[in-house]
């Protein structure tokens, strides 16, 4: 059986820790479970080292963010085959792994995969990370199966199946460990947020697929770090998605599809001035501002992704604008 390390990014998570990390390891006893303590300050490293002596522990000076965590941490882990990048505020269930390498196993294409995700508040209801799948639309936004903007879907079976999607979550992302340091692990740059979605896009420029697998069960709390209307998820997730399009649209796309999410994107903070959240209109604007002073250094990276991965497959992107079918047409993107 191929080798498998469980990786836990922990930052001053320790209750998460207390909470969630007996079942990770009583459910994984085909893995190693590893934590990388991403310089905490609270007591995680004590709990650690007393309550779970068996885990093996990868202690940072600093917060390098989830991208730079998980990058330094995995160059410590040279002995898996795969890897499974899992947040700390999950509770797994029996069973939950075998699944899922399974599928990496018997089918060389799929590079990466995760499980269904739903709520650990609302276990009836699918969670925003993940949810069943993730896709993104003509735009360049992305979205999930069963979750669509901040309505999620309630779990009735719908989505036991297995089937390539465009993203998997990096809340749960099983992914070959070759392949992960091959594409240089997530963006440092993106610090944190739609990093898997970057390296996902790589995943498929390179003609590997990215499955789900509904035949595995997570519960996710999600916001552990920022909460879902924080004016600093706001800002990354502005920034990063300016930067992820600049990396991988076609030049064709970009002359037409850039100017339209700038507006979109203009459009979001009078919204959000609307609904009396100014802070998070301001991190539109700093977003804004931030990708442009990083440009060159995305678009030396978009150059050298092209010149050895020059096209993606659209196989898992929806042809249309999912902001327009969810807001103006109230419809559902079907896929």
């Not at 792994?97 to 739903?118: F, Q, S």
């Amino acid at each position: 059986m191929s080798r498998t390390a469980v990786v836990i990014l922990n930052y001053n998570g320790a209750a998460y820790l207390r909470k969630f990390l007996p079942a990770v390891v009583a459910c994984s006893p085909e893995a190693e479970v590893i934590v990388a303590d991403n310089g905490s300050t609270d007591n995680s490293i004590e709990v650690l080292k007393r309550e779970f002596p068996g885990v093996r522990l990868i202690l940072f000076d600093q917060n390098y963010g989830f991208c730079g965590g998980y990058n330094r941490a995995l160059r410590q882990v040279t002995d898996a085959d795969y890897y499974v990048l899992l947040n700390s505020d999950i509770e797994v269930t029996p069973g939950w792994l075998p699944p899922l390498i399974r599928l990496l196993d018997t089918n060389a294409g799929i590079a990466a995969v995760h499980p269904k995700i739903l709520s650990y508040h609302q276990p009836s209801l699918f969670e925003y990370a993940g949810a069943a799948g993730g896709y993104i639309d003509a735009l360049g936004y992305p979205f999930c199966r069963g979750r669509m903007f901040q309505e999620v879907e309630t779990d009735s079976g719908q989505y036991n199946d297995q089937r390539p999607v465009f993203w998997a979550t990096g809340a749960c992302l099983v992914i070959r460990a070759e392949l992960y340091h091959q594409f240089g692990g997530l963006d440092e740059d993106f610090f944190a947020h739609m990093e898997e979605i970057d390296l996902c896009w790589k995943l498929q420029r390179s003609n590997h697929q990215v499955y789900y697998c509904g035949l595995s069960t997570i519960y996710h709390v999600g916001a552990g770090t920022l909460g879902y209307d924080h004016p600093r998820k706001t800002y990354l997730n502005f920034r990063n998605g300016l930067s992820l399009i600049l990396k991988h649209f076609d030049t064709t796309e970009l002359v037409y599809k850039f100017p339209v999410r700038l507006a979109l994107d203009w459009l979001a903070a009078v919204v959000f001035l609307a609904r009396r959240k100014p802070a998070n209109a301001g991190a539109v604007l700093r977003a804004h501002v931030h990708f442009l002073r990083r440009f060159g250094r995305d678009w030396r990276k978009r150059k050298a992704l092209r010149g050895a991965y020059p096209s993606y497959p659209r196989t898992a992107v929806y042809p249309g604008s999912i902001v327009f079918d969810h807001y103006i047409r109230r419809k559902s993107p079907r896929v």
